[in-house]
Structures are given as structure tokens and as C-alpha cells.
């Protein structure tokens, strides 16, 4: 069979061999490309359009007399519509990497004597997920080829690249059972040239950077995200912010440090630095510029005092776009509500809003709400900013009167770039009740003001299963889907003969665990709580059997999933112990039982590393839970 592909040079010889792998696989046909549409009975187009604000990926798919036809308006689109050409016959691809695909082998004639006439158009313009955890190479590879599977069109590499993340991986950071394996600089940008190269085969929108260059400006580079230790040289204290009477690096962290934006060189300098780099990056489609990374360290000097830090943030911005328009580059910037930027500017306005996107990040929010549960005319109003002093806000009402005060101000693009699997997901032990709030949250942007949602997260989520990510990417293209059909669908693919047997066990152990209680929101005693989690510690231990079973009966291509079940299994038994001494106050217990979590997590992290992300579990539990990665643990 002939096929012609009309995409962008990148695109259009990853996505010929993607359709020919899945014609192969699925109908048995095989796949010669044609230098002409007339030869061809397949026939993909894309018009290569460039994402934007004010473009939706849409594609059509018509089938008929054996004679495929797929147009789309974006690279990416037409990606989509491949994979969702697979899914009208059966395909499903319930995780990341080729394991996780689960492909229909169907007669030839099947192809031949359908009938389809597909129209769609993404619900929004911004559909993705950054980049944060522990990850090899082969993981964000596998992720982001996962990403159009599902309906994303999106990727978000923080930093220069994606450095630090790779380092946590290849060094093995609280795991010393594992050995340390080669890593630098050189090593990184290797494999971010691979990261790279994934993306712009598969016509990835690409956004890049975000915190870091207040360190560029302090002659620091951005790639090594968190590094600490570091002190600044005299020279450059007069551009670091004035705190307590002095100027120093916060925490000895270039990325935690703030500016003195009333030093007249402060601004040109970051300007010149992001300028540069827009010219060197052209591939980049939404270069995102923050501030630092922590919050009441904003400069107390007497001029930075009579401004608050988003009009200076907002002044910076527009001096940012006079200097890329004069220079005629065309790159667009995404800017970030977070910290003390969520309060919006008194005096200051962005002069040209289609150069810009805004970025609400709501870091804090509790998950065990979502945005559909809010009122939206009974906000209150935000509260007032106090230099070095805030408290930020883990109620949705509070932290949605910041958004709607800075939409007072720009009428642009926006998006959510939201976290409910960067640190609340560990709490949530079925990850049905956070899929939940995905799918709830999703379903309200458009009443927010929002075009969309990018998902700031580990990419190794899937302990016990991938739902909430296979909710995001296809709620985000489709709000309107029926979600228990979807949960179904999801859970019958990823398990096979038998997967309902596995929901009552996944359902018990979102309702006993909370999302709120791990990350730190409310009290830490907590004796209610400390009697769920002790409850869920022995249903784990009753439910042993009947995952066992599964593992014995599944065929070979879900008997992997039920291992990471069953794995999950001991996984929560130990950490509902730990938690539910530490919720009743019994610290010697709780050090206990968080050593034993420790030892089975670190000793079983390779059988299940896609799944789940060591490094980051334990990184959140220290930070917000309240344990330590070292109690106990003997080498």
C-alpha cells in the first residue's frame, strides 16, 4: 500500500514510520511511500501551522473504499490523529514506552470495508507537562513519545536542559543501594540533544527555562537548577537583593536568590542575557522568564520598597519586549504568577499582551478540592502584600482572587500550570481521587479564564497506574468525555481479564490516604487520619491474595502491570504504618516504620523505576510529611 506524507521535514519521516508500524502491527498491510497523492490510498497532510494562542490543533480523518485520508493544521495534530486513528480500532496506550502499548491485531479486510469521517478540535491551545523528578534518558524519551498517544501537544524541558533532573537519576540521589553512574555537563547535553531531538520529530510544542536567570545574571548558569553551596563575589552584591542588610545568595542558591531590580543595571543585564539566548533558540515556541524560586527574599532596599515585585516584574517584561522587537525576533514569553507574583501589579501594565502568555501557578492549593467546587462570585479579595511576609494560600478561593486580580489587568493567553503530580499525588495511594480533581479541574478552565493547563510533575507516575496522566492528556483534548467510560477503559487495557477486581482495592486506598495530610496542609497530629492510614495498612495486607492471583493468572501482556500492583500493595502496607505514627504523634514508631518503607523502596526501585520515582517520594516526604531520608537506614 502507497502513502503520502505532507509534514514538516522533521515530522514527516517520524510520523511515516509511525504510521507504517502501526498499519504492520494492526492490519498487516505494509506501507510504501508515494511521491504522489493520486498513488497513494493514505494520504496525510498537515498545513504546519504554528501553535499559538488563537490556534487549537484539529485534524480530520476520512476512511473509505480501503482510501485513508488524515489533514490536520499542525505537525503535532496530525501526529494525534495518527494515534487516534489506531484508537477507532481498538489500540490503547495506557503508559509510557513500548510495553505499554496494547495493539489489536485485526484482518486486513477490517481496514478495507470501514467507514470514518472524524472531525475534531483540541478544547485548548496549551495541553502538556514539565519536566521535575528523577529521570534517565530513556524515561523522558519514553514520556514525550507517549505525550500525542494521548492527546498533548506539549513539552516543558526546565532549565537550560534538563540537567539537574538526569543528575538525580544517573547519581542515584537517595538511593545508595544503587551504584553511581558516569555524569557531567558533557554527559547532560548529550542527552538533552536527544530530549531535543524527540520533540522536534514528533512537532512537540516546546517550552524552555523558567527559574534561573536571576543566576544568569549573577554569572551562574541555569542548567544545575537547585545547586547550593555557592557564595557570591563582592562585585556582584550591589545586583543581588538586600535582605536583612545584606546581600547574599539565599541558602548559598543562585536560583533562590532575588535582584535588586532598583539597581539600574540589574534589568538591561537580565534583558540582554534572555535576548541572547532567544536569538541562539529559535526552536523554542514559549520561553518562559521568572524570578527566583522562593518566596520572601524580595530586595528590602529603600527604592525596591516603594514597588511591589510584580510591577518591577511587569517593568522588566516590557523592557524585555522593546529589546526583542528591535532586534526582530519573534520570540514568545510566558510569565509566572507564583510567590510574591501572585499579587498583581498596582501601577504597572504589559504594553503588548500578544507577545506574552501568563502562567498561574497556584503551588500551594490543596488537591482534595478542585476548581469546580469554588464559587466564583463569592471570591474574596486578595490579600494585601507584605514585603518578605506572605503566607501563601492552600485554599482554591484564595489562590483564584490572585488569577482574576491579574486578568483585571492583562486580557491575553493564559494557562494553569498546576501540580497535582508533582508532590499531592504521593498522598493519594489509589491515584483515582487525584485523577478525579484532574478531570474536575479541566472541565472549569474555560469559567477561569484559561486556555489551557500544563502539568508541572514527575514523569515516573505510574505506581499504581497511569490514570491520572491518561485523564489529563485526554480530558484536555475533550472535556466532555464521560469519565467513569474512560476510567473503565483505561484500567481494562492497562490489566486485562480481571481488572475490575483491582478497583474496590485502588478505590479503599484513595479514600483512606490524603493528598492534603502528605504534603503538609492542616495539622500534623492528626488521630482521624492516623486511624485511616491504619486501617489502609491492613487492607493492604488483606488484599495480598488477590493480587497474587492476578499475577499468576494474567497473560504476558498484563501480567507486568499486576506486578506493580501487587509491588504497590507492600508499598502502602509500610507507609500507612509510618504515616499513621506519625499522625498520632509517636515518633519512635514512626522513624521505625519509615525505615522499613525506606529499605523496600530502595531495594526494589529497578523493578518498578518506570513506575515509580524514589528520589522524589522520598524528597517530598522529608520536605512536607515530616520524615527524614536518612532515620534509620543503615548502610
Not at 49 to 55: G, I, N, R, T, V
Not at 494 to 506: N, Q, S, T
Amino acid at each position: 500500500m502507497l502513502a503520502h506524507i505532507d509534514a514538516g521535514a522533521y515530522a514527516s519521516t517520524f510520523i511515516t514510520k509511525e504510521l507504517t508500524r502501526l498499519m504492520e502491527r494492526m492490519f498487516g498491510i505494509d506501507i510504501h511511500e508515494a511521491t504522489e497523492d493520486a498513488d497513494a490510498q493514505l494520504v496525510l497532510t498537515s498545513a504546519g501551522l504554528k501553535q499559538d494562542a488563537e490556534l487549537k490543533d484539529e485534524f480530520r480523518i476520512a476512511l473509505a473504499d480501503g482510501r485513508l485520508s488524515i489533514d490536520a493544521n499542525t505537525d503535532i495534530a496530525l501526529l494525534i490523529a495518527v494515534y487516534r486513528f489506531a484508537y477507532q480500532f481498538g489500540a490503547r496506550f495506557p503508559q509510557p514506552g513500548a510495553a505499554g502499548e496494547r495493539l489489536l491485531k485485526l484482518d486486513r479486510d477490517v481496514f478495507g470495508s470501514t467507514v470514518l469521517d472524524i472531525r475534531e478540535t483540541a478544547a485548548f491551545a496549551h495541553r502538556g507537562v514539565c519536566i521535575e523528578g528523577a529521570d534517565s534518558v530513556e524515561n523522558i524519551i519514553d514520556f514525550i513519545d507517549w505525550l500525542p498517544k494521548l492527546g498533548f501537544n506539549t513539552f516543558f524541558v526546565q532549565f537550560e536542559n534538563p540537567y539537574p533532573f538526569l543528575k538525580r537519576w544517573y547519581q542515584h540521589e537517595f538511593n545508595p543501594y544503587v551504584n553511581a553512574e558516569p555524569f557531567d555537563a558533557g554527559i547532560a547535553q548529550q542527552m538533552s540533544d536527544r530530549v531535543d531531538e524527540a520533540m522536534r520529530t514528533r512537532g512537540i510544542v516546546q517550552h524552555r527555562v523558567g527559574h534561573g536567570w536571576t543566576g544568569e545574571v549573577l554569572g551562574y548558569s541555569s542548567k544545575y537548577g537547585w545547586e547550593s553551596g555557592l557564595t557570591i563575589p563582592e562585585e556582584k552584591k550591589p545586583l543581588v537583593a538586600e535582605l536583612n542588610g545584606k546581600r547574599e545568595l539565599v541558602d548559598g542558591a543562585p536560583i533562590l536568590t532575588s535582584l535588586d531590580f532598583s539597581n539600574p543595571e540589574v534589568t538591561p543585564r537580565m534583558v540582554e542575557i534572555v535576548v541572547d539566548y532567544a536569538r541562539k533558540h529559535p526552536d523554542v515556541d514559549y520561553l518562559h522568564v521568572w524570578l527566583s524560586d522562593a518566596q520572601n527574599n524580595i530586595c528590602e532596599c529603600d527604592k525596591c520598597r516603594t514597588w511591589l515585585p510584580s510591577d518591577q516584574y511587569v517593568r522588566f517584561l516590557n523592557a524585555l519586549d522593546e529589546r526583542l522587537t528591535k532586534e526582530g525576533l519573534d520570540a514568545h514569553i510566558c510569565f509566572l504568577l507564583y510567590h510574591e507574583l501572585l499579587f498583581a501589579p498596582e501601577y504597572e501594565t504589559i504594553r503588548h499582551p500578544g507577545r506574552f502568555t501568563m502562567m498561574f501557578a497556584p503551588i500551594t492549593r490543596t488537591f482534595e478540592r478542585s476548581y469546580a467546587d469554588v464559587n466564583l462570585d463569592q471570591l474574596p479579595e486578595p490579600a494585601s502584600y507584605m514585603r518578605n511576609q506572605i503566607v501563601l494560600p492552600n485554599s482554591l478561593e484564595d489562590n483564584l482572587s490572585y488569577l482574576f486580580a491579574w486578568q483585571k489587568t492583562f486580557h491575553g493567553d493564559a494557562f494553569v500550570y498546576d501540580y497535582p503530580l508533582g508532590r499531592a499525588h504521593y498522598g493519594d495511594f489509589g491515584y483515582l481521587a487525584i485523577s478525579d480533581t484532574i478531570r474536575r479541574d479541566i472541565a472549569k478552565l474555560g469559567s477561569l479564564g484559561l486556555n489551557g493547563y500544563i502539568s508541572c510533575q514527575e514523569l515516573r507516575v505510574g505506581f499504581p497506574h497511569y490514570l491520572p496522566n491518561y485523564v489529563m492528556g485526554r480530558m484536555l483534548w475533550n472535556p466532555w468525555l464521560d469519565y467513569e467510560q474512560l476510567k473503565d477503559e483505561y484500567f481494562e487495557a492497562l490489566l486485562g481479564e480481571g481488572w475490575r477486581d483491582a478497583l474496590p482495592w485502588l478505590e479503599t486506598a484513595s479514600e483512606l490516604s490524603s493528598c492534603d495530610y502528605f504534603i503538609a496542609i492542616g495539622e500534623r497530629h492528626d488521630p482521624e487520619q492516623a486511624k485511616r492510614y491504619a486501617e489502609l495498612s491492613e487492607q493492604a495486607r488483606a488484599v495480598e491474595d488477590t493480587l497474587v492471583n492476578h499475577v499468576v493468572s494474567a497473560d504476558d501482556g498484563h501480567r507486568a502491570a499486576w506486578l506493580v500492583l501487587d509491588w504497590h500493595r507492600g508499598y502502602v502496607e509500610r507507609i500507612s504504618t509510618a504515616l499513621a505514627a506519625l499522625a498520632n504523634g509517636d515518633e519512635i514508631r514512626a522513624k521505625a516504620a519509615w525505615s522499613r518503607f525506606l529499605d523496600y523502596i530502595r531495594r526494589g526501585e529497578m523493578d518498578v523505576q518506570p513506575q515509580l520515582d524514589v528520589y522524589r517520594v522520598i524528597e517530598v516526604a522529608r520536605n512536607y510529611a515530616g520524615f527524614s531520608p536518612k532515620d534509620g537506614f543503615q548502610k
